[in-house]
């Protein structure tokens, strides 16, 4: 026992003895004879010329060191300094190998770090450039740093680290890049932390201040939170974080926006688990909140939680951040807008579930779903009712008149692709949409249903349908994507539906009432609008049952070319303005923007409709000679008769000129093809008189023929009432009596 005393005792005293020799030489070394040495190794062994103008302070207990007023400069120019620099460590923590840094400070630190033109970083230029013998020590220096030391395998044991305090205050970070002349700088960046313990929480504070050149642009920002992370470092947390950065420059038009986070958030990175507990970001009036738990931090995540963004208005957000206001027909639109979620799913594909969107008094409903290993997205939405005019742009006085300059320009300047090709071909969509009902163009649709899907740069649109004015329609279409010149074709049947309302809503035209029945089938391939009309081919045919043409009446047209061959003059004042119609119907064939109609038919009161002709859609010209077909009767007045001489003649109307401007003045009589008219009229005269001759000659030929018979048939009586006499004679002639009546 004796033996083990003094033992104890001698280590003791052999440790008292150490201590005591370690105090006596940081109260008998002074650390500042030793900064030109320090500054003359630094120099040897880097491109960095050091500058130790501050003490050099130390303390036994603490174990620690202070740097005062340290630089550091590289080919001239300062690369880093600092005002103050203290690290201190608990003497007796160390001697129980349970490390615990007491106070660490880091004050007035300024580091400039630059690009030039070459893209070469000062950075790199700290170390100098080794030959071949230093870089095969190197190499095997760092092959045996990378050995791990004998045991070290075997050693489990959690490290045992704590923090008394840290203090990071004043220090900035200047950044900048000669290529592109962008500059940042950090500045006013403060950290702060105390009571840092492996396996408990512990407060933490930062602050900074970041610029940057290209754009001007500046952010404020701070961070308060408490922090957890076990001895293994594999769990943390963040708890009660609270989140605040104030930004303003060019980007938010010289306005300040405030961006916001609070909530909290654990990670497992042995389990591969986080989660999002109360998270909440805004930014200006735009707040997201959300509960996510995460499993799986590789290509395949498993997602489970909610995210909502609360209701907002878009004006006012674009307003605080400085952006400019979108103007609508109707300034109460994009005012509460707000979205919402469930979020679950198979891992790697994360699914949308009770998919809520709002956009005013428009509410959608559905559920999609993202792939994350091919970017397959399906998605499956059904709203109720939208007026998309409300969302356009407000009309302006005067702005047809303005609007006709940049249409006469535009082809001045350059067209621009309608699809991004690229991003085409990378899709892998299967997209389901409905709408309860749309409005845009003050064209009012119905039941709207369509499907889409992409792959490969293929799009389809299987399903297009609704319902409209009365009647219905169904489209198709094909985009192929998968060259430079992408391929259209689009295939569409409309069903009864009226014209009149619908060409009204559309483009203000009153022109044509009726049901409409269309078949179109087009093709045409390009990546931009004008290529796309060029290139158009293909047909629609059209039928329309019962109608009428408005602000237009054919029958006074053809009136006017009767009285003229009648040689008579109309008397009727009031002739109306529609023309009513039965079964018209034609094909257009489409050659580009002209649309060519040869066969034009439709039946009129007492005449046919007939007519080719072509339409500029493209200039908005209409080119179209009509034939009104005398077929009956067509009107009371009396200069208008249908006659014998014009019966199944061909009264001419043209109609040419802009329609988009209206058909009041669209269609008139063609005079000029009248005088054909007039020349069948006199054919038909010239017949009609020849008959008239002919039967007139053939009558007289016929009376002569009857008087011959009369004089015949009495010459014969005669002769044989000479030759009978007597009674028996008498008797006979009695009988003969009804033979020449």
Known sequence: MKAIRYVLIAIVALVVLAVAAIAIAMAVIDPNAYKPKIESIVEDKTNLDLDLAGDIGWSFIPLGLELNDVEASLDGDRFIALKRLVAQVD????????????????????????????????????????????????????????????????????????VDNIQISNAQVHYSDLRTGQKVTLEDFTVGASDITLGSEFPLEISFRIETAQPQFAVDGS???????????????????????????????????TAKMSGSAKANLENETATLSDFTASLANLTLNTNLNVKGFGSKPTLKGKLAITEFSLKELLENMGQPTIQTADEAVLQAISFSTDIAGPAGKPALSDLVIKLDDTTFNGSGSYNLENGGIVFDLQG???????????????????????????????????????????????????????????????????????????????????????????????????SDTPKWSINSDVSNVQTLPLLADVAEITMLSGGANLKVNVTTSGNRISVLRDKA???????????????????RMACQGIALANQDELTTDDWGDTTPFND??????????????????????GMRLEGQGSVDMKKTLVDYELGLRIVGEIHRDNACRV?????????????????????????????SRFRDTLKTIAKNAAKIKAKEEVDRAKAKVEEKVDKEKERAKEKVREKLEEKLDGENGEKLKDKLKGLFK
């Open 384 to 482: 109720d009712k939208l007026d998309a005019d409300r969302y356009l742009p407000p009309k302006v006085e005067g702005a047809e008149t303005a609007d006709e300059a940049p249409s006469q320009t535009a082809g001045s300047g350059p067209e621009g692709d309608l699809l991004p090709l690229e991003t085409l071909r990378g899709l892998l969509l299967d997209i389901d949409f409905g709408l309860s009902e749309l409005v845009v163009s003050n064209l009012t649709i119905n039941e709207i249903k369509a499907s889409t899907t992409a792959s490969k740069g293929l799009l389809k649109v299987d399903e297009f349908s609704g319902k409209l004015y009365e009647g219905s329609f169904g489209a198709n279409a094909t985009i192929d994507a998968s």
């Open 584 to 605: 018209m119907h034609g094909t257009l064939e489409i050659n580009g923007n002209t649309f060519n109609n040869t066969d034009l038919v439709a039946a009129l009161a």
């Open 223 to 257: 961070i308060e939170a408490r922090l957890a992370a076990n001895q293994a470092l594999n769990d943390f947390s963040v708890s009660g974080l609270q989140a605040e950065f104030k930004m303003n420059g060019e980007p938010f038009g010289d306005k300040s926006v």
């Open 91 to 162: 003497f007796w923590s160390l001697v129980a190998l349970e490390p615990q840094v007491s106070t660490f400070v880091l004050d007035g630190l300024d580091a400039n770090l630059s690009i030039n033109e070459q893209g070469e970083g000062n950075w790199t230029r700290i170390m100098p450039e080794a030959t071949n013998g230093d870089t095969s020590q190197d190499k095997q220096e760092v092959a045996s740093e990378s050995e791990p030391a004998p045991g070290a395998e075997a050693s489990s044991e959690a490290l045992n680290f704590n």
């Open 537 to 555: 081919d293909g047909q629609i045919s059209f039928n329309l049952a019962e109608g009428e043409f408005r602000n237009m009446n054919l029958t």
């Open 643 to 671: 006659t014998e001489y014009v019966e199944d003649v061909v009264i001419p109307v043209e109609c040419r000129g802009d329609f988009s401007a209206g058909a009041a003045s669209l269609c008139s009589f063609d005079g």
